[in-house]
């Protein structure tokens, strides 16, 4: 008996965190949602900015990721050192649900005439869905899944600092400082089968950077790096490399090491429409199987803009 709740819990944990390596939901155009990693992001591009974004992770596979995305953000102000950011995800793996619903702060110092430095602070609240009838189990009298989790609340404060200026950015952030406990209602089968808890939230650091180029009047080249840490996994690295061209339209791609291989498309509609798709493929064995037909991300951006502060050309980050 001992045995089988191990093994079960052991599965089921691996679907909640993903072998720790996904906690956070992971993103292929984070460079259009920073402030999902970044509070010090919120209020940068000057504009107040909204997004949203659909990913549906290793299509195929029953119990994959699925994640949505709306984020808000925007300067506060006439100096614009204030940005304000307000984000939803709901992020669907297998049996679990899980809602993020966070705000975030940021102030800015000018260190330069060209450069400027952000300070961010994220406060949030993670509610927690678990519907253990979608599992199969061995035995339908388990007394360790005959209640469902609903709602479950658990807090986020999460930091970052942010610096940039017209060509480059640089970022550290950790969107979550707080490891929570999630299941950790004891529930106890008998005097040796007690368990505390099946799944502990890891802190996830963020470590972003990125430099445009301008080839010509019409071309700028954008290669950018995003590497995330979490203990007890291995090192999470995206390198990617993004063209725009006639301030309308970006192609790029980018590498996941030792885990995908994505391409990426944007179009400019107008100067406050944006819409990006990307497409990964997964460089693992699990991007041989027949069941995987690879992950998709789809993203909207609207921008609202002062008649006084209009960008002539858009940013590139």
């Known amino acids: 008996m001992k045995k089988k709740f191990t093994i079960v819990i052991m599965i089921l944990s691996a679907i909640c965190t993903e072998f720790y390596a996904q906690q956070d939901a992971q993103y292929t155009q984070y460079m259009y949602n920073t402030i999902s990693v970044n509070p010090a992001y919120a209020g940068s591009r000057g504009v107040m900015s909204i997004m949203g974004l659909h990913r549906s992770q290793w299509v195929g596979l029953e119990g994959a990721p699925r994640t949505q995305t709306l984020t808000l ?10 940005g304000l950011g307000l984000s939803v ?3 669907e793996i297998g049996p679990t649900d899980e809602t993020y619903i966070d705000v975030d702060f940021s102030y800015t110092i000018p260190t330069s005439e060209y450069g400027k430095l952000s300070f ?3 406060a949030g609240a993670h509610l927690l869905n678990v519907d253990f009838q979608q599992l199969i189990q061995f035995n339908q009298n388990d007394a360790l899944f005959e209640n469902n989790i609903d709602n479950k609340f658990s807090p986020q404060v999460g930091i970052g600092l942010y610096y940039h200026t017209d060509k480059m950015y640089l970022g550290l952030s950790a969107p979550n400082l707080l490891e929570t406990a999630h299941f950790d209602e004891s529930t106890t089968i008998n005097d040796s089968d007690a ?3 099946l799944a502990e939230e890891r802190i996830n650091y963020y470590l972003i ?3 445009v180029f301008d080839v010509n009047d019409d071309i700028r080249f954008k290669p950018a790096l995003l590497t995330k840490m979490v203990f007890g996994a291995p090192l999470q690295v995206d390198v990617s490399a993004n063209f725009l061209l006639y301030q309308r339209l970006t192609l790029g791609v980018a590498y996941r090491w030792s885990a995908a291989v ?4 944007g179009v400019q ?12 493929r997964e460089s693992t064995e699990l991007g041989q199987s027949q069941f995987n037909d690879g992950s998709y991300e789809v993203m909207l ?3 609202l803009f002062k008649k006084y502060n209009r960008m002539l050309t858009p940013r590139f980050f």
């Not at 953000?73 to 614009?80: R, W």
């Not at 509609?269 to 990964?280: E, T």
């Open 73 to 82: 953000n925007t300067p506060l102000g006439e100096n614009e050192r204030v």
């Open 89 to 91: 995800v709901n992020d």
């Open 120 to 122: 961010g602070i994220k």
């Open 195 to 197: 368990v505390s808890f």
């Open 209 to 211: 950077a990125g430099y």
């Open 262 to 265: 994505t391409g990426q498309i």
């Open 269 to 280: 509609i107008s100067d406050s429409m944006m819409i990006g798709f990307a497409y990964d």
């Open 301 to 303: 951006r609207f921008e």
